[in-house]
């Protein structure tokens, strides 16, 4: 095990993960001990255009994977249209690897419960949804006993803290698919419907829950709200990189001493962030990695140097993502881990377009076949051909996601594939495991 040297350590910037050690930090009480609720009485003394440009200077991108830009996104939204504008806030967290979102909704639910009701505010919206995943028991109890903390104080319901605002927040548990994570699915599902991806446009801006404008962002991107709001753009700047600021919660797991979430300045190398984990398990060397879970090409360990940032990930060919850092191996097996993955989008397909649908499940086939040693060479031209069609022809972000691990893989470790197909590694399936597979 390696210990962290102190300037390592000093790249921890705990802001959003800051209160989860301590006691009972779930409870109204600890909260408002802690700085809580101190945003929302500033924020709702300002214009909400005003919270709206604080947001856009503080650069803060969304935290669910696509880093948009979150003040561009809120100033999206028309106002004076008469209609109802509507918070979702997106904790399905889905993603394979991701664990960022359940841990504060567990550890620190008042911060989500009061970013809520000061983007709510912003955006002009007087109904908030929290859709969280079905299978997130324990942290939607805590959430929904926030909720109620929150109402019992008045900073949720009608006329908060005298202001004259009134916010009504939901907590809604979805059925537990990964499709739901997708924005305008997880409209669908909780509009009551079968959860599957919307055609676009209209964008949610001008026509989201039940057709009006509608906001959705990840919890970690609503959690930051309060800090900046009470801490202000520069020095939520101050943190982070020049396009991607702020402090960031890495989720690390696999091979490492210390899997957990790290709360560090965006722009931060997984070489620095193995150090703060206590380095690769006794007898293991880094072989290949996701940066921001399975939907984002693997990289390998000529990358530990890369800045985990939007723009450095991106310029070593992948995506930073959910920031999932999964930590593989030179015990791993990079085309038995792609499977896995594979039969993961295979099953979390939702039918809806034909690359996807039929694509994944072709792959799965194929990936069985060379597992169990009978794959041939032209397999693998099937997997990257079968890849071309589904990258950028899917309906939505999950066909493409599918295809990240396949063709980086088959990119950096094609050697492991040709030593199934030509008899070196002893096959991982048996005949049985084959059954459908051709
Ligand atoms: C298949 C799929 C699953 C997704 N799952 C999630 C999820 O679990 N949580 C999340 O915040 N975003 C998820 N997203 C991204 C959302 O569509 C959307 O970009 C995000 O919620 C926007 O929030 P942000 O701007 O705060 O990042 C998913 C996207 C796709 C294509
Ligand atoms: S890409 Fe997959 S999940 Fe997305 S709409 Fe098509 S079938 Fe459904």
Redesign the pocket.
């Known amino acids: 095990m390696t210990t962290p040297r102190p300037e390592t350590l000093a790249k921890l910037t705990p802001v959003l993960t800051k209160r989860w050690l301590s006691p009972d930090a779930w409870r109204i009480g600890t909260y408002e001990q802690l700085d809580g609720y101190a945003a929302l009485r500033k924020a709702l003394k300002a214009h909400p255009d005003d919270l709206i440009q604080l947001i856009k200077d503080s650069g803060l991108r969304?935290?669910?994977?696509?880093?948009?830009p979150?003040g561009l996104?809120w100033g999206f939204i028309p106002q004076g249209d008469g209609k109802p504008h509507y918070l979702v806030v997106?904790?399905?967290?889905?993603?394979p690897g991701t664990c960022k979102?359940l841990p504060l909704m567990t550890h620190d639910p008042h911060a989500l419960v009061e970013g809520v009701i000061i983007a709510s505010y912003a955006i002009r919206a007087s109904r908030a949804y929290i859709y969280i995943r079905g299978e997130a028991v324990h942290a939607a109890r805590r959430l929904r006993n926030a909720v109620q903390e929150a109402y019992a104080k008045g900073y949720l319901g009608r006329n908060i803290l005298g202001t004259g605002y009134d916010l009504e927040l939901v907590v809604h548990s979805g059925a537990g698919a990964?499709?739901c994570?997708?924005?305008t699915a997880l409209l669908d599902s909780l509009e009551g419907f079968r959860g599957q991806p919307r055609l676009r446009p209209p964008f949610p801006a001008t026509h989201g829950l039940y057709a009006s404008p509608t906001v959705?962002?990840?919890?970690g991107?609503i959690a930051s709200v309060p800090p900046i709001v009470l801490g202000g753009a520069d020095w939520w700047k101050s943190m982070g990189t020049e396009k991607s600021s702020g402090p960031m919660i890495y989720s690390l797991s696999g091979r490492i001493v210390n899997p957990g979430q790290y709360e560090c300045s965006m722009g931060i190398t997984l070489r620095e962030l193995l150090e703060l984990a206590g380095g690769m398990q006794p007898g293991h060397n880094l072989r290949f990695w996701t940066p921001g879970g399975s939907s984002t090409p693997l990289l390998a360990a000529e990358h530990l140097d890369v800045p985990l940032d939007f723009e450095g990930v991106a310029g070593a060919g992948s995506i930073l993502g959910t920031t999932a850092t999964q930590i593989f191996s030179d015990q791993d097996c990079p085309v038995y881990a792609t499977y896995r993955w594979l039969e993961f989008y295979h099953h979390e397909s939702c039918g809806k377009c034909t690359p996807c649908r039929e694509g994944n499940y072709w792959m799965v086939r194929v990936y069985r076949r060379i597992l169990a040693g009978q794959g041939t060479h032209e397999d693998l031209d099937t997997l990257l051909d079968t890849c071309d069609n589904i990258l950028g022809r899917s309906f939505?972000?999950?066909g493409d996601?599918a295809t990240s691990s396949v063709t980086s893989s088959l990119k950096y470790f094609k050697q492991d594939y040709l030593d199934y197909i030509e008899g070196r590694t002893a096959p991982k399936l048996s005949d049985k495991q084959l059954v459908g597979a051709h």
Not at 62 to 68: E, Q, S
Not at 90 to 95: I, T
């Open positions: 969304g935290r669910g994977g696509a880093g948009f979150t996104k997106n904790a399905d967290e889905g993603e979102d990964y499709i994570g997708e924005e959705v962002n990840n919890v991107t939505c972000g999950l996601g």
